[in-house]
């Protein structure tokens, strides 16, 4: 049997070309993910040690005035301590206003600041700072530079004396100051951990620590172990989640290779029944057959393999180069990860093929004797499947009810998988009748080709739904991908709203109020839809909290998200949460007049306290202290705080703008919608290979027919034509039940996930949906185009002699 | 189209189809074949010709040569008043359609069309609207009524025969070319397709060019011409039996 095993391999090559493509792409995707995943864990662990290279002991689990209190303690015994962590400040420089930059510290010790200096030199006093280099180029700030950091009384001018590399990931900023001047803008500042020095005798420092502090000590190699760990742990998770599109990719691949093996067996049948003719065993024949699969396996996942690596390279070269803030480091391919990809890649061949293989041992050898051409009967659905789709259905639309009940996530994997499987099954019944459906719709347009078309396509129900199944899988994720995150987008923005109550506020800080024509200027901005003079008085309060501008907050709708602006009480004062202190209540003074106040705390109305009209009156006030701004909604976040910014300057007034964080939220969200749709696209590629290869093997199988047609006055682009009309259907079929599909598991989705937890509902991106369909549709297009190209290519005589 | 409408009448009396130093040849150097070696022939409207020859013969080359299924590889072809080598595929293709009937030996229907749309198929082709009068004269001269919206695998051979020859005529070609029409029938439904294709020649002037091996399916033409190794032996018009025994025999 093994001159029939070779010589089919050589002449059908060309045939498996489709499924070997699918399989490699599968394979390829795992190697790529490994190299991604060893990359970034590579990237991110990198420098991990640096800051702590020349400290004894290692303090984690603190907050900033634990933190404080280490460095105090340090500078008492004449030790080192260096607090690393960030707080996230308003940074505005040379008309630049960047919300949201992460600010650090350098050690006071020379020796313990790991940053590394590019240009300048290090802060030696509390009104320097340096800046990342990376950080530089986006804050449009060079050595020498003023830049002021922070909001409101707090804020401080310092200037760039110098640029930095900050080779550790963990603990990397944008603008180091030095600690005395970030702890002077901020109380909130989040540590990381401190790592700590001895001047002397190292001997006891880490018990002498623990009872100095409340955090944990850990000596710096316990703590560098552990946190290694847990960083590559980070990116281990995020390694398995890119494997689950890999697996999704592959089940595709599965789709397709049994679809392929199915039809190349269909259309073999006779030379398999003139084998078993000639006196091979069905033993031999499966043999064969299945070592072909094998065969074709191996080779598909070397290939993949090899793609793989190639790919994996070259992204991370890529992304290194056009990000160069990327923790991305050396890739280094895990030999378990290769072999587990290859040998998934042989396996999913062999299972894909198991059943088309078992179908050729039943050949009889009489169907060799026949002269007439096999006609290929497959029925539309047995009873069994009818059975095993009808009960998955039910029992998947009950998870699914379950799931909404309570709000269970696995119930919802769970019964949508179920009830996928069930629609899969009923593929078969339900994808013809669909082609019927849109096929004869469009036949009444379309003439002769569209009505061939849909014939064509619809004589082998399983093998349409095998075809449209494997699209359907990537278009029902993707719709449902879609429709979810747009949901969840929209829940979001709701709630931005919330906490942005005001779109941009310009608030006073010092003792005059602000002038009368800003309001005007103001209104006057591009991108301002209103604006609202805010009255106030700059008082001192008490507890640590020092000199604040107090602000009653304007009734005005056209300015103010009014159900998320808090109103204060007659007795109430409403904080910032950074400016808030612990106690509950606070006294204020103007002048000579004093009055005590309940602290609640919010934020998202700039850095200034919030009182009743009442109790402005009774402090006295002075005149306009802010200005609130509504947006128009298609501002652009950038221009606007860098023009409102413009007119803050000259009066000394804080700008604060919610509408770069709320551009920064819905771009995270863009992001990892195009990722999600990006890594689904995998198995939407796969799927479209598959039609392809369905309608290429057609071609092969229809060539009489072709020929026929040509024969009876068809032409060649009316045959192209055809070919084209059947892809689209096959592929707009596909699309639309998946699109319906998808819309429906986003909706249970909603209903689980995210309705319990941010409230919100259900939007259909009807813009992306149709992208979806469109894309589908021309990618169906594309698929039949080298099919069409060779069919039409056969002159009629050829077919018809073809015997 | 217009010029060959007006070409049509002095079809029925005068030349169906005409080839002048017809060849076909197959591949090239040490493996050239040459499947037709210069042939003129002439054959009249109006009757049914056979085309005679043993296998290999080139009775099929010249069948597909004459329908514009292949292109010769020298000489003239002429059908219905067209030069064929003169015409594009494109044109070629609307020409077959217009202008010709097709009857092939075994697959001669789309298996996912029923037979009435297999019978319409030309004429949907090429846009044009079914005349009923002559569809319906058709479906019942040749006994397929009843069995309309059946799909070719729930006919029996003859019946799916019958079928195609309906298809041939419904669109009133000037030539239809008949390949082994009655290869896979047994010798009643050959019988029957024959006299179908006799009686649309004798009764509605139909030309018609069989290709067969058949001496019983000669035996309905007018006309039998008799090819070897690619070249016509004799042109024999309307040959007894025992002249066409010879004819054929000789060549052996």
């Known amino acids: 049997m093994r001159t029939v095993l070779l010589a089919s391999l050589r002449v059908h090559t060309r045939r498996y070309l489709a499924a070997a493509l699918a399989i490699a792409v599968g394979v390829a995707f795992i190697v790529v993910t490994n190299a991604l995943a060893s990359a970034a864990r590579d990237g991110i662990v990198a420098g991990v040690d640096l800051p702590y290279r020349d400290a004894d002991a290692v303090v984690s689990d603190i907050d900033g005035s634990q933190a404080a209190a280490l460095v105090d303690r340090a500078r008492e015994r004449g030790d080192s301590a260096a607090v ?55 804050l449009q700030a060079a050595v020498g530079d003023v830049i002021r950091v922070g909001s409101g009384a707090r804020a401080a001018e310092v200037e760039v004396v110098g640029t930095v590399d900050s080779p550790s990931a963990s603990v990397s900023s944008s603008v180091y100051l030095t600690w005395d001047a970030v702890s002077a803008i901020t109380p909130r500042f989040f540590v990381d951990s401190v790592a700590y020095a001895a001047a002397g005798n190292t001997g006891g420092l880490v018990p002498a620590l623990r009872a100095a502090t409340d955090g944990t000590v850990q000596s710096v190699d316990d703590f560098v172990d552990d946190r290694t760990q847990e960083l590559a742990q980070g990116v281990d998770v995020l390694g398995y989640l890119l494997l689950l599109f890999a697996g999704i990719a592959l089940f595709v691949s599965v789709l397709v290779i049994a679809n392929t093996f199915s039809i190349l067996f269909a259309q073999r049948t006779r030379d398999f029944a003139l084998l078993r003719c000639v006196g091979s065993t069905r033993g031999q024949l499966l043999r064969s057959v299945r070592r072909e699969a094998l065969v074709l396996g191996a080779l598909a996942s070397a290939l993949g393999l090899a793609v793989g690596a190639a790919l994996g390279y070259g992204v991370v070269a890529l992304v290194a180069a056009l ?53 290929e009967v497959s029925a539309a659905a047995g009873r069994m499947r009818l059975v095993l789709a009808a009960g998955s259905l039910a029992a998947g639309l009950a998870g699914m009810g379950v799931a909404v009940a309570s709000e269970s996530a696995p119930a919802m994997v769970l019964g949508g998988g179920l009830s996928f499987i069930g629609v899969l099954l009923l593929g078969p019944l339900v994808v013809p009748a669909l082609v019927r459906l849109i096929g004869g719709a469009a036949g009444r347009f379309g003439g002769p080709a569209m009505r061939l078309a849909t014939g064509n396509a619809v004589r082998q129900p399983r093998r349409t739904a095998a075809t449209t199944a494997s699209l359907l899988i990537g278009v029902t994720l993707t719709t449902a991908v879609l429709t979810g995150l747009a949901g ?196 939407v590629v796969i799927a479209l290979v598959g039609i392809g290869n369905t309608l290429g093997l057609s071609v092969l199988e229809r060539r009489r027919e072709h020929a026929l047609l040509r024969a009876l006055g068809l032409t060649r682009r009316q045959l192209r034509a055809t070919l084209a009309a059947e892809a689209v259907l096959l592929s707009v079929v596909a699309t639309v039940l998946g699109t319906v599909l998808g819309v429906g598991y986003a909706w249970v989705g909603d209903l689980t996930l995210i309705r319990p937890a941010v409230g919100g509902g259900l939007r259909i991106p009807w813009d992306q949906l149709a992208i979806v369909v469109l894309v589908a549709g021309v990618a169906g297009l594309a698929a039949c185009v080298l099919p069409a190209r060779r069919a039409a290519r056969t002159a009629p005589a050829e077919g018809l002699a073809a015997d | 189209m217009t010029q060959t409408q007006q070409l049509t009448p002095d079809l029925t009396t005068g030349t169906a189809a005409r080839t002048r130093g017809l060849a076909r040849s197959y591949g090239t150097g040490a493996t050239e074949v040459h499947a037709l070696r210069g042939i003129d022939l002439d054959l009249p409207a109006g009757r049914l010709t056979a085309i005679m020859g043993p296998s290999g013969s080139g009775k099929s080359t010249l069948m597909h040569c004459l329908a514009g299924l292949d292109q010769p ?138 290709v067969t091996h058949e001496l019983d399916a000669a035996a309905y033409a007018d006309d039998v011409v008799v090819l070897v190794d690619g070249a016509v032996r004799e042109h024999l018009v309307a040959p007894s039996r025992d002249a066409l025994v010879q004819a054929l025999g000789g060549g052996r």
């Open chain 1, 323 to 375: 990000i160069p803030r990327a923790p991305l480091g050396a890739v280094s391919l895990d030999p378990r990860w290769l072999l587990s990809a290859y040998g998934l890649g042989v396996l999913v061949t062999l299972v894909a093929s198991w059943l088309p293989t078992r179908r050729v041992s039943q050949v009889s050898p009489l169907v060799a004797l026949r002269t007439e051409e096999v006609a």
């Open chain 1, 488 to 683: 969840a987008r929209t829940s979001l923005d709701d709630e931005m709203k919330s906490e942005h109550p005001v779109d941009v506020t310009l608030t006073g800080s010092t003792a005059t109020p602000l002038p009368g024509d800003l309001l005007a200027d103001v209104r006057g901005a591009d991108g301002v839809q209103d604006a609202a003079a805010v009255p106030g008085v700059l008082a001192k309060v008490s507890n640590g909290v020092g000199s604040l501008t107090l602000l009653a907050p304007p009734g005005d709708a056209r300015v103010v998200e009014r159900a998320a602006l808090p109103r204060p009480g007659p007795r109430e004062l409403v904080l910032p949460y950074d400016v808030a202190p612990d106690a509950g209540r606070v006294t204020v003074l103007v002048g000579d007049r004093k009055v005590r106040l309940k602290v609640r705390t919010s934020e998202g109305f700039g850095t200034a306290g919030l009182v009743a009209p009442e109790t402005l009156r009774a402090l006295g006030s002075d005149g306009t202290r802010a200005v609130w701004v509504r947006a128009d909604d298609d501002a652009d976040p950038e221009d606007l705080g860098g023009d409102l910014d413009a007119l803050a300057g000259p009066v000394a007034a804080d700008v604060e703008s919610g509408l770069q964080q709320r551009a920064y939220v819905t771009r995270q969200l863009t992001i990892l919608t195009g990722a999600v749709v990006g890594l689904l696209g995998v198995a």
């Open chain 2, 73 to 210: 590889t020298a000489g003239s072809v002429t059908v219905a008043g067209e030069a064929l080598e003169q015409l594009d595929d494109d044109a070629l293709t609307l020409f077959r359609r217009e202008r010709l009937g097709f009857v092939f030996q075994g697959f001669n229907l789309l298996p996912m069309l029923t037979a009435a749309e297999n019978i319409r198929l030309p004429l949907e082709l090429a846009g044009r609207s079914v005349d009923r009068a002559r569809f319906d004269a058709l479906v019942g001269t040749l006994g397929l009524a009843d069995r309309l919206g059946h799909r070719p695998s729930e006919l029996s051979g003859g019946q799916q025969q019958r079928v195609a020859i309906a298809r041939a005529l419904v669109h009133a070609p000037a030539v239809v070319f008949a390949d082994e029409p009655t290869g896979n029938l047994d010798s009643k439904a050959s019988a029957e397709v024959l006299d179908h294709l006799r009686r649309s020649v004798r009764e509605q002037g139909q030309t018609v060019v069989m």
């Open chain 1, 84 to 138: 690393l962590g960030w707080t996230m400040q308003q940074v505005s420089g040379d008309g630049i206003v960047a919300d949201q930059v992460d600010v650090g510290a350098v050690a006071d010790d020379s020796r313990m600041r790991w940053q590394r200096l590019v240009d300048g030199r290090m802060p030696r006093a509390d009104g320097e700072a340096v800046v990342d280099v990376n950080a530089a180029k986006s």
